[in-house]
């Protein structure tokens, strides 16, 4: 089987593909019901929103819980860098609920709610409309959500929809235990219910066509930064990084590093082109594809202005109810911010060590934990830039664009 997979037969010029126009390329959907969970399962399909966890084990533990359940497509994307979901739902539409509704006859789910930030207006439509069109209404509703880091994390999200504030709760009970309206609730993104809709129509072994053993499938990636084509790109997982910079038009200038997963991500030297995008590999230098996102940073970049402007919208984006966000997050963000304009504090390397150790789990959320991971492994690669701010200040690059800053990319197919 050949890419693409999610992304195959989009309309050319930007619109959603129509449920006719969708089910003449993938099929008609599946009938697995709780053989699904059995096929995803052997699939091996680990979830495509940051933390890969295995989704039939999530299936598996939402149908076992009594009482009625539900599903939530998380389309909140709270993540700066990626648009593969938006991207996904606003072209893509009817796989996304084909997945959903896979999800929730495995599980024995009686309704869906999917949400997407309220930003998103062409995402939100063509999944409006694509629900209108197979008169779901009574089934399916579509909710818009704010544009906030925090929105991504599920525990928030279910609090949110159900009237509360936008802020993690205490765990236990997770969203599988108790979730929306305090029923059990499977929670996925929109990516990871459009390869189920896939699983339920094709089966496992079709699914681990591509991929590794341990990584199998697809995924989509956001590529961005000093890049000729940036864009949501899908990939066979195990796909080296240079390949997806070389597909994504290759590099406008010299790379210092690559950025991989996102803000809660790892920063990797430019050198590292060679690593594959698989958990097993990347697990091996500390990082993960988390949620796709691919940023290459240029040399005209100041990668210590970078790191100091992102940890600064981290700790905003926090919800300062814990210690590590109401206290380590602004502490290390106020650090930063002097480092990088040439104001830090003799034992500034200390503290930032300290700091970096005490934040990481002790959190309601896992915030804190990718933000340090972020930050260490920025530190880490940048170091002689690091060490020329506190010789000598900014650099000229200060004054220049940030690249991890939100720029709308479109969607870019490829074959294998």
Request: charged share 20%; net charge neutral.
């Amino acid at each position: 089987m050949t890419l693409p997979r999610l992304l195959a037969g989009l309309p050319e010029d930007g619109s959603p593909i129509s449920l006719a126009d969708h089910e003449a390329i993938h099929g008609p959907p599946g009938e697995s019901g709780t053989g699904l969970i059995e096929a995803t399962a052997r699939a091996g399909l680990h979830g495509r929103g940051g933390a890969s966890f295995p989704t039939a084990v999530k299936l598996h533990s939402v149908s076992q819980e009594r009482g009625p359940r539900a599903v939530l497509v998380n389309a909140a994307e709270g993540e700066p860098m990626s648009f593969k979901d938006r991207v996904l739902l606003a072209r893509a539409p009817h796989l996304v609920l084909d997945g959903a509704l896979a999800a929730a006859a495995a599980v024995g789910a009686d309704r869906i709610v999917v949400a997407v930030r309220e930003d998103a207006s062409a995402a939100r439509a063509a999944v409006t409309g694509a629900v209108a069109e197979r008169g779901l209404r009574r089934r399916v509703k579509v909710r818009a959500v704010p544009v906030a880091y925090l929105a991504g994390q599920e525990g928030a999200l279910i609090r949110h929809l159900d009237g509360g504030p936008l802020k993690p709760p205490a765990v236990p009970p997770l969203p599988y235990q108790r979730g929306l309206r305090g029923h059990p609730t499977l929670v996925q993104n929109p990516e990871t219910m459009a390869h189920l809709a896939l699983i339920d129509r094709h089966g496992a072994g079709w699914f681990r066509e591509l991929g590794t053993e341990r990584h199998p499938g697809s995924a989509l990636v956001t590529v961005t930064g000093a890049v000729r084509g940036p864009g949501v790109q899908e990939i066979a997982c195990g796909t080296a990084l240079e390949e997806v910079i070389r597909t994504a038009g290759g590099t406008t200038e010299p790379l210092q590093a690559v950025l991989v997963g996102g803000f809660h991500g790892t920063w990797l030297p430019a050198d590292h082109g060679s690593i594959t995008l698989d958990d097993e590999n990347l697990r091996r230098h500390g990082a993960s594809l988390a949620a796709g996102v691919i940023v290459a940073l240029g040399e005209s970049a100041c990668p210590v202005q970078e790191l100091a402007q992102t940890m600064a919208w981290l700790a905003d984006q926090s919800a300062h109810q814990c210690g590590p966000c109401a206290n380590g997050m602004p502490a290390l963000a106020g650090l930063m911010a002097a480092l990088a304009a040439g104001r830090a504090p003799r034992e500034y390397r200390q503290r930032l060590k300290r700091w970096c150790a005490q934040v990481p789990g002790r959190g309601a959320c896992h915030l804190p934990d990718g933000a340090v991971r972020f930050l260490s492994t920025g530190l880490a690669v940048f170091a002689e830039e690091v060490a020329d701010h506190v010789a000598h200040g900014p650099c000229d690059a200060c004054a220049g664009p940030v690249t991890l800053a939100v720029a709308v990319p479109r969607a870019r197919r490829r074959a294998a």
